[in-house]
Each structure stands twice: as C-alpha cells, then as structure tokens.
C-alpha cells in the first residue's frame, strides 16, 4: 500500500512540476493549468493523508484504500477532460465564424476593387 500511495505521491509532484514549467514557457495558459494544479495538489494530500484515504474507501465501500485514490483521480481528470472538450468545442465554433467573417470581408474587398465582375 505504501508502494502505490508513494508512487502516487511522486507522480502528483510531477505532473505540478510539468504543469509549472508549462506555464513559464508559456505552453499553456494560467487559466486551463488551475485545474490541473488543483487535480493534482488534491491526490497528492489524499496520497500522504492516509485517514482521509482510509474513510473515503470505507465510505465508498472499497477495501483497498489506495484503489479509492485512483478512483477519485480517475474521475477528477475524466472531468478536467470534458472541460478542455467544452473549450475546444468552442473554439473550433468561433474558429469557423472568424473564417466565415474573412471570407465575406474578402468579398468585399473584391467587390470594392473590381466593382465591374460584382453581381
């Protein structure tokens, strides 16, 4: 048990190591790596908190205590995923009315130069 709740410990560490330098280079935005900091400060507190992990297990009626951390985590990120989802859905929508708007400014601009070929 110790094996596995070290390990998750270790990788939570990681990844708000990965999530840190990300955000000093630039690579992601400060608001998308809230989540992920989040994520990843709540598993690593459960991860060295072993009564909290110990009554959340007994609470969800699992023996295994460490298996209720990757339980919590797994359904922690699925969420993080369905937001990035919602936002890159959004993204590719605005993405298409900007080209939208370019092409009808590009017409335009056609029209406006070569007023005899408009119709």
Not at 36 to 47: D, F, G, K, R, T
Not at 49 to 62: M, N, T
Request: hydrophobic share 60%; aromatic share 10%.
């Amino acid at each position: 048990m110790d094996r596995l709740l070290n390990f998750t410990a270790a990788m939570s560490l990681l990844l708000i190591a990965l999530v840190l330098a990300s955000v000093r280079t630039a690579r992601i935005r400060v608001e998308y790596s809230v989540g992920w900091l989040i994520a990843s400060l709540a598993i690593l507190a459960l991860s060295r908190s072993r009564k909290a992990l110990e009554v959340i297990a007994e609470y969800l009626g699992i023996v295994y205590p460490p298996l209720a951390l990757m339980l919590l985590a797994g359904c922690v990120f699925v969420f993080i995923f369905y937001r990035f989802s919602v936002i890159i859905s959004r993204l590719k929508d605005d993405n298409i009315a900007l080209a939208q708007k370019v092409a009808i400014l590009e017409y335009h601009v056609r029209a406006m130069n070569n007023p005899t070929n408009a119709s």
